[in-house]
């Protein structure tokens, strides 16, 4: 009964989803990269810190375990490279949520300190495949400018380096 009722309701939102779209609510489109640092170098500090450590190993991955949770307050770029403009800070946190797999349950608010968007947030929260090519997860809400925000967030890996867990991410928002 549970999941009968679940589907109905996603069914109800995806609807009135669509009608917002049709009477011609507008979407906004944004890009940027999130620079995770979780061991710092000359010049780079670090912006991810383990701050749980589970007590299981994961399999196959040396480093991190079941449980454990890092704490964020990442970079946002216009581009790849840390030098290019900053739009903004990704705060919130991830945790290894899988026995079985690189699966993150990650939550963060994207605050915005740059340009028009300045002063506004989008918080954002889901489950991240990290080995996955493209991961979606959905936008929860905003303030300033995306007050009441809905829609989607897709990540790619730009670049990882396994040896240190560092990685750039392609960030895409899409909200209505």
């Not at 809400?141 to 392609?170: C, D, E, P, W, Y």
Request: proline share 4%; aromatic share 8%.
């Amino acid at each position: 009964m549970a999941s009968f009722k679940r589907h109905v309701q996603l069914r109800l939102l995806a609807v009135a989803a669509m009608a917002v779209v049709a009477h011609g609510a507008t979407t906004t489109h944004l890009q940027f990269y999130m620079h995770d640092t979780v061991t710092a170098s000359a010049g780079s500090p670090a912006t991810a810190m383990r701050t749980v450590r589970g007590p299981t190993p994961a399999p196959g991955n040396p480093i991190n375990r079941f449980g454990d949770m890092y704490t964020i307050d990442d970079a946002l770029t216009e581009e790849p490279d840390l030098a290019s403009r900053a739009v903004g800070r990704a705060q919130g946190f991830y945790l290894m949520a899988s026995r079985s797999a690189d699966q993150l349950l990650l939550s963060g608010n994207m605050v915005f300190t740059a340009g028009k968007y300045n002063g506004s947030t989008v918080a954002m929260m889901g489950r991240d495949a990290i080995l996955d090519e493209v991961r979606e997860l959905p936008v929860v809400g905003g303030t300033g400018a995306f007050r009441g925000a809905a829609g989607f967030v897709q990540i790619r890996t730009h670049s990882f380096n396994a040896s240190n867990n560092n990685a750039v991410l392609k960030v895409d928002m899409y909200m209505i």
